[in-house]
Every structure is written in C-alpha cells, then in structure tokens.
C-alpha cells in the first residue's frame, strides 16, 4: 500500500491550493478515503472524508465551507482543494484509507504565510 501525496507549498493568507494523493496497492474505488493534517507538537487531525463513490462526504468544522474533498477512482486518486487558506491551516497533509491507521505517505507541506 502507497500513498504519494503533492500539491503543497507556500501560499498567502486567502489563497488556494490543490492538494493530490496517488494510492496503489489496494482496490482504490471500494474505499473511503480521508485527508488529515498534522502540526509539530500536536496530534494528526481528520481533516475531512469522502466515500467510496463520492456520494458522501465530511468536514472538519475548521475547514467546512473552505475545503473541498473529491476522489477520481479511474486514477486512484483523491483531492483537497482549499480555498480561503488560514495560517492555522499551515500543517503536513497526509491522505489514507478509512479504516487504516498503519498506511501513511509522507505527506505534503502547506505553509500559509504573508
């Protein structure tokens, strides 16, 4: 099990980032899948869900209304689009699949500052 995240870097307060994760290894498109960001110091935070068909998904309360999830099953890959980006959103980005707490990348930097 892989999971190749990229997208990240440095982007002004208010901006927007795309961020991707590549997934192989296992049968992407019966899976949900989950974006979690993590801050020196603190605990990995769920950042926010998608289910196996795109027909659900879930937000943390910080990014509801800035973050969009998406998944693409024909090329095993899920999104993080965020747009009205925060300093408090600056953190390592890591996707994996639910139910999975062991398969981690290494993760994409998103850096939020003026």
């Known amino acids: 099990v892989q999971f190749v995240e990229s997208g990240g870097g440095l982007v002004q307060p208010g901006g927007s980032l795309r961020l991707s994760c590549a997934a192989s290894g296992f049968i992407f498109s019966v899976y949900a899948m989950k974006w979690h960001r993590q801050t020196p110091g603190r605990e990995r935070e769920l950042v926010a869900t998608i289910s196996s068909n795109s027909g659900s998904t879930i937000y943390a309360d910080s990014v509801k209304g800035r973050f969009t999830i998406s998944r693409d099953n024909d090329k095993n890959t899920v999104y993080l689009q965020m747009n009205s980006l925060k300093p408090e959103d600056t953190a390592v980005y890591y996707c994996?699949?639910?139910?999975?707490?062991?398969?981690w990348g290494q993760g994409t930097q998103v850096t939020v500052s003026s």
């Open positions: 994996n699949r639910a139910g999975y707490a062991s398969d």
